[in-house]
């Protein structure tokens, strides 16, 4: 069981966004230059403490975490999704093909993610659910007018299955 924040919110939901940079963005960048970039525009032009989400997930599948150093740590509440942000993680997809403003209907994962991305972010989740409560994955879409992550997320293809107790 992960409980974030002073008030000890439970973590059960994991909430899926893009980063709404162009298609090709993440090539060749590390993963402290990718970190650099979310720091100066959550924290240099937002005004943030940190940057807002928990993980970041890169097309070559590398799941960036620094133990909370300049992204959130699983114990503390995000900065991601208005309204929604005690106990969920906010996990951010780098997109290889950008993604529009607008959803497109009948978009899916595959349209902007690549397979090494949708198999690191399966065994993410994975790992989430061993250490909380993990009951919804969603997208930010869900709580927002917004396109992100791109494609609508519905929580049976991303849950893992409870081990049986
Ligand atoms: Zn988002």
Not at 131 to 140: I, K, M, N, S
């Amino acid at each position: 069981m992960i409980l974030q924040g002073r008030a000890k919110y439970p973590v059960r939901e994991a909430v899926l966004h893009t980063s709404a940079t162009p298609g090709g963005w993440a090539d060749g960048r590390s993963d402290e230059e990718i970190l650099d970039s979310f720091w100066q525009w959550h924290v240099r032009e937002n005004g943030w403490r940190k940057i807002g989400y928990h993980r970041i997930l890169t097309p070559e599948g590398r799941v960036i975490h620094d133990n909370g150093r300049r992204l959130r740590s699983l114990y503390e509440v995000g900065a991601h999704v208005r309204e929604r942000n005690r106990g969920t993680i906010g996990i951010c997809l780098i997109p290889a093909r950008t993604v529009p403003n607008v959803m497109k209907r009948g978009a899916t994962f595959d349209d902007y993610y690549t397979p090494e991305q949708r198999q690191a972010l399966t065994q993410y989740l994975r790992e989430l659910a061993e250490l909380t409560d993990l009951r919804w994955v969603t997208g930010h879409n869900d709580y927002a007018p917004k396109a992100c992550p791109g494609f609508q997320v519905r929580s049976a293809d991303w849950l893992p299955e409870r081990a049986a107790a």
